[in-house]
């Protein structure tokens, strides 16, 4: 059964009303909508969809590996200036707003979950920039033309984490630049990855095992 989506125009009141906005600890140079607490936001999450069982509301979070890619991607802006920028699973946009600041050609940041795609809408406001926004699953339908794909933070279970692999390596191999942001997740594929940077990434309790991750930007190789 497929999962039920918010009816139109709810989603971003829904943002509005469950975030706030700030910057982020790692790139304060940005400022997205963010959640307090996790699991009384999951909660509210099933509330407005009457659904049980939704996935964690990852976009209402700074996740390590994407506030580490943002970071590279600012102090490295000659890796997307002038290039064609695709954000797998974007959550609020961060690695896509910071790929529009720096000057990249063209921006496209995909999200399945609706609630994430009102954030990221939200959020490109808020940062005075514009990228596209895509409901495309980039697992099962065809990558469109990148020169740089971003996987921020999205190692954390074994099935997906195999299925992102497998696309990362189609599009390493395709030439494309693939950045991938971990903090040490179990299921990230060490043996493809030659590391670019590491940073020490600001992180709440509520959501990791420590205040600071060591998180690290690699470029995944084919």
Not at 17 to 29: F, G, I, K, N, S
Request: charged letters at 25%.
């Amino acid at each position: 059964m497929s999962a039920r989506l918010p009816a139109p125009g709810t989603a971003r009141r829904f943002v509005l009303e469950q975030t706030r906005l700030q910057p982020l600890a790692l790139v304060p140079e940005i400022v997205v909508q963010l959640a307090d607490e996790a699991v009384p936001l999951w909660q509210k999450t099933e509330e407005e969809l009457a659904e049980h069982g939704v996935p964690l509301p990852y976009w209402a979070f700074a996740w390590a590996g994407g506030q580490a890619i943002a970071r590279y991607i600012l102090d490295h802006a000659d890796v997307v200036r002038g290039k064609r920028i695709v954000v797998f699973a974007g959550g609020g946009g961060i690695e896509a707003i910071a790929a529009v600041r720096t000057g990249a050609a063209q921006v496209l940041a995909s999200e399945i979950d609706p609630f994430a795609r009102a954030a990221m809408a939200l959020n490109a406001e808020a940062n005075g920039v514009e990228f596209a926004i895509s409901d495309h699953d980039f697992l099962v339908e065809p990558l469109p033309e990148a020169d740089v794909l971003c996987l921020g933070d999205v190692f954390f279970e074994q099935p997906m984490s195999e299925r992102v692999a497998e696309l990362a390596l189609r599009a390493a191999t395709a030439g494309v630049l693939v950045l991938v942001g971990d903090p040490g997740r179990t299921y990230l594929p060490r043996e493809r990855l030659i590391r670019l940077a590491e940073y020490a990434v600001p992180t709440p309790r509520t959501l990791e095992d420590a205040d600071v991750k060591q998180t690290v930007v690699w470029r995944f190789e084919a």
